[in-house]
């Protein structure tokens, strides 16, 4: 586990109690995105200047209306890393030539779906780790193109169905292993979090905002609309994401990584694949050992060393 | 000309509706137009599909202000100012609601001179509102009276073969049956003309005079302006907390809610924001001691009414 003693989430009731983010944002019933984002935000706080992708959450702000209580900038697909750079240079201008005071300094976020993260703005957020940006990255990972209509990313799972990936065997690719790819670039901070796991959540954001550098932040987000599940089962969904080993939670810091979570008695994956319409085809007509095996051992491959 | 506006919710199948009306239009030999709206389209967010069919070719474009058909999956949209249900209607508009209630109730309620079908609810499992779709474009079908049930079966199976056998013999069955169900109302939607050119109405739209970019750019000077907008309106389940089994864990309701619509009081007691809980049920699947009941929204809407909840 996170060292406890640095932290001040030490228990569920540490957690906050009313939130920050504002209501009525259009994301869709039951969004793990939106969920993982406000618990975000209440460790953040309104001292904080977002940089928004092109995605589902670029609707959080729609004119005039926003959720968010600090700053919000809108950028390309490709571009919310070089977005944050100058953002920060602005703010760092006017804290040296003494228009801010240092208290009115802003964390610049970086918030991007996964279409984005996995893909589109890699280079730039290559670039940006390269420059040792002082920034906080937190892209809402729903595995697909979701804003428009679920259209597989490099973060989409294999055998996934999604728009442009039909047929009895889904998904041809595999899920990008982005946490590496950023970790790769010896940034301050990398962690995968979800908002099902709220308490692991905190402690990481908690942790993030007291670092300076690139910390970068992937939240497996579940996904109704696009996961094809009835909105109810979202935590459900997301939990067993965790317990079945799909989804590690985990930290990378001072080049070594650290599991946050290391489920004891990993359930099944088909626990996981059978609640979600995308994976159905897997269950439907026929069953398809072969391809739900093959899913299961490549879990059981990525824990096979890791150990507390 | 044929002008037949859907309304549903995000997850309805409004834009498959549409798509499955509009591709038996085109098997019948008809030009077709068929267009979802971009917008909310969000799961449980209002929905809006347009479909228009000729036999000549159309020129008119953008969203239908005088609909032949008005087609609504989900009755508790009607009173919804958002969702536009009653815009443009007249006693020439004919309007198809999936509704448990009397047609003659909601003629009287809408004040409408026109004619109104009912298609039963048949479900309040979630599971099952998929199928809303197939069932709307089916009673659709029957009600123009120019679609053969051929055309209307090839169309569902061309719209959703994708999703395999099974999935499209379902939509079938219940499409068709929707189909037999109005058979004795059989080409009673008709036609309107087409509008001219010059006799185009613009649409109520405001007009915003040339401003000077600090004005005009689209910055937002105020923190949480989307508490504004009504996302509850989305609502077709509502979450109820019992407070005498409440046992004032509240991180898990408060954490969990996607929307941050559940706040705690200093006592521990957690408070929904109906104005903006969207009904994801999520609070309802995670609270420890099931002290959180889930209300169908009309239901609860008319227990609101005669004061018998606060």
């Given at each position: 586990m996170t060292d406890t003693a640095e932290t001040i989430f030490k228990r569920l009731r540490d957690l906050p109690s009313t939130h920050l983010l504002g209501t009525g944002t259009p994301m869709c019933a039951g969004c793990g995105g939106l969920q993982a984002l406000h618990q975000i935000y209440d460790i953040i706080g309104e001292k904080s200047v977002f940089i928004n992708a092109a995605g589902c959450m670029t609707l959080l702000s729609v004119f005039p209306f926003t959720p968010f209580r600090g700053s919000w900038l809108y950028t390309a697909m490709a571009s919310a890393p070089a977005g944050a750079q100058g953002v920060r240079d602005a703010l760092d201008i006017l804290l040296q030539q003494q228009r801010i005071a240092a208290e009115e300094d802003m964390e610049v976020v970086v918030l991007t779906g996964d279409g984005a993260a996995y893909g589109m703005g890699l280079s730039s957020t290559s670039g940006a780790m390269e420059r040792d940006l002082d920034f906080l990255y937190i892209c809402y990972d729903n595995e697909g193109y979701g804003n428009t209509g679920q259209q597989y990313s490099g973060a989409t799972p294999h055998a996934a169905l999604t728009s442009t990936s039909k047929g009895p065997r889904g998904f041809s690719g595999f899920k990008k292993d982005l946490f590496s790819i950023w970790a790769a670039h010896e940034p301050a901070y990398v962690a995968t979090v979800i908002g099902t796991e709220p308490l692991d959540l905190a402690r990481k954001i908690d942790k993030a905002r007291n670092m300076t550098g690139p910390r970068m932040i992937i939240a497996l987000a579940p996904c109704p609309t696009g996961w094809d599940y009835d909105p109810k089962q979202s935590v459900d969904i997301g939990k067993l994401a965790v317990r079945t080993g799909i989804w590690p939670l985990k930290e990378y810091e001072n080049g070594k990584v650290v599991h946050?979570?290391?489920?004891?008695q990993r359930k099944p994956v088909e626990e996981y694949l059978q609640c979600q319409g995308r994976f159905r085809h897997l269950f439907e007509?026929?069953?398809?050992d072969e391809l739900i095996d093959a899913l299961q051992a490549k879990v059981d491959s990525y824990w096979r060393d890791i150990t507390e | 000309m044929y002008r037949i506006r859907f309304h549903g919710r995000g997850g309805q199948g409004m834009k498959t509706a549409s798509r499955i009306l509009g591709t038996a239009f085109f098997l019948e030999g008809y030009e077709v137009q068929d267009a979802p709206r971009y917008g909310a389209e969000r799961r449980g967010a209002p929905i809006f599909a347009y479909v228009r069919a000729d036999h000549a070719a159309i020129n008119e474009r953008g969203i239908i202000q005088h609909p032949d058909l008005v087609i609504v999956a989900?009755?508790?949209?009607?009173?919804?100012?958002?969702?536009?249900?009653?815009?443009?209607?007249?006693?020439h508009t004919v309007l198809l609601i999936n509704s448990d209630e009397p047609p003659e109730l909601w003629k009287q309620r809408l004040n409408f001179a026109g004619q109104v079908f009912t298609l039963p609810v048949e479900t309040e499992d979630r599971a099952e509102l998929r199928f809303i779709g197939a069932t709307c474009s089916g009673a659709a079908a029957r009600l123009l009276g120019v679609i053969t049930r051929a055309s209307l079966s090839q169309a569902i199976t061309e719209e959703l073969q994708a999703l395999g056998d099974a999935v499209v013999d379902k939509n079938l069955a219940k499409a068709l049956t929707a189909y037999d169900l109005m058979e004795a109302h059989r080409g009673c939607v008709g036609t309107s003309s087409k509008v001219s050119a010059t006799d185009y109405q613009n649409p109520a739209w405001v007009n915003l005079p040339f401003d000077d970019a600090r004005i005009a750019a689209p910055a937002i000077h105020a923190a949480a302006t989307s508490v504004q907008v009504n996302t509850g309106l989305w609502r077709t389940l509502r979450p109820v907390i019992d407070y005498e089994l409440c046992n004032k864990c509240w991180w898990i309701c408060s954490s969990f809610c996607p929307d941050g619509a559940i706040d705690v009081d200093d006592k521990g007691v957690p408070h929904i924001d109906y104005d903006h809980c969207?009904?994801?049920?999520v609070c309802v699947a995670q609270c420890p001691p099931h002290a959180i009941a889930s209300v169908p929204e009309q239901e609860a809407q008319a227990q609101d009414a005669a004061g018998e909840v606060t």
């Amino acid at each position: 586990m996170t060292d406890t003693a640095e932290t001040i989430f030490k228990r569920l009731r540490d957690l906050p109690s009313t939130h920050l983010l504002g209501t009525g944002t259009p994301m869709c019933a039951g969004c793990g995105g939106l969920q993982a984002l406000h618990q975000i935000y209440d460790i953040i706080g309104e001292k904080s200047v977002f940089i928004n992708a092109a995605g589902c959450m670029t609707l959080l702000s729609v004119f005039p209306f926003t959720p968010f209580r600090g700053s919000w900038l809108y950028t390309a697909m490709a571009s919310a890393p070089a977005g944050a750079q100058g953002v920060r240079d602005a703010l760092d201008i006017l804290l040296q030539q003494q228009r801010i005071a240092a208290e009115e300094d802003m964390e610049v976020v970086v918030l991007t779906g996964d279409g984005a993260a996995y893909g589109m703005g890699l280079s730039s957020t290559s670039g940006a780790m390269e420059r040792d940006l002082d920034f906080l990255y937190i892209c809402y990972d729903n595995e697909g193109y979701g804003n428009t209509g679920q259209q597989y990313s490099g973060a989409t799972p294999h055998a996934a169905l999604t728009s442009t990936s039909k047929g009895p065997r889904g998904f041809s690719g595999f899920k990008k292993d982005l946490f590496s790819i950023w970790a790769a670039h010896e940034p301050a901070y990398v962690a995968t979090v979800i908002g099902t796991e709220p308490l692991d959540l905190a402690r990481k954001i908690d942790k993030a905002r007291n670092m300076t550098g690139p910390r970068m932040i992937i939240a497996l987000a579940p996904c109704p609309t696009g996961w094809d599940y009835d909105p109810k089962q979202s935590v459900d969904i997301g939990k067993l994401a965790v317990r079945t080993g799909i989804w590690p939670l985990k930290e990378y810091e001072n080049g070594k990584v650290v599991h946050t979570k290391i489920p004891k008695q990993r359930k099944p994956v088909e626990e996981y694949l059978q609640c979600q319409g995308r994976f159905r085809h897997l269950f439907e007509p026929q069953r398809n050992d072969e391809l739900i095996d093959a899913l299961q051992a490549k879990v059981d491959s990525y824990w096979r060393d890791i150990t507390e | 000309m044929y002008r037949i506006r859907f309304h549903g919710r995000g997850g309805q199948g409004m834009k498959t509706a549409s798509r499955i009306l509009g591709t038996a239009f085109f098997l019948e030999g008809y030009e077709v137009q068929d267009a979802p709206r971009y917008g909310a389209e969000r799961r449980g967010a209002p929905i809006f599909a347009y479909v228009r069919a000729d036999h000549a070719a159309i020129n008119e474009r953008g969203i239908i202000q005088h609909p032949d058909l008005v087609i609504v999956a989900d009755d508790s949209l009607v009173p919804v100012a958002g969702a536009g249900v009653v815009t443009g209607i007249d006693a020439h508009t004919v309007l198809l609601i999936n509704s448990d209630e009397p047609p003659e109730l909601w003629k009287q309620r809408l004040n409408f001179a026109g004619q109104v079908f009912t298609l039963p609810v048949e479900t309040e499992d979630r599971a099952e509102l998929r199928f809303i779709g197939a069932t709307c474009s089916g009673a659709a079908a029957r009600l123009l009276g120019v679609i053969t049930r051929a055309s209307l079966s090839q169309a569902i199976t061309e719209e959703l073969q994708a999703l395999g056998d099974a999935v499209v013999d379902k939509n079938l069955a219940k499409a068709l049956t929707a189909y037999d169900l109005m058979e004795a109302h059989r080409g009673c939607v008709g036609t309107s003309s087409k509008v001219s050119a010059t006799d185009y109405q613009n649409p109520a739209w405001v007009n915003l005079p040339f401003d000077d970019a600090r004005i005009a750019a689209p910055a937002i000077h105020a923190a949480a302006t989307s508490v504004q907008v009504n996302t509850g309106l989305w609502r077709t389940l509502r979450p109820v907390i019992d407070y005498e089994l409440c046992n004032k864990c509240w991180w898990i309701c408060s954490s969990f809610c996607p929307d941050g619509a559940i706040d705690v009081d200093d006592k521990g007691v957690p408070h929904i924001d109906y104005d903006h809980c969207k009904g994801c049920m999520v609070c309802v699947a995670q609270c420890p001691p099931h002290a959180i009941a889930s209300v169908p929204e009309q239901e609860a809407q008319a227990q609101d009414a005669a004061g018998e909840v606060t």
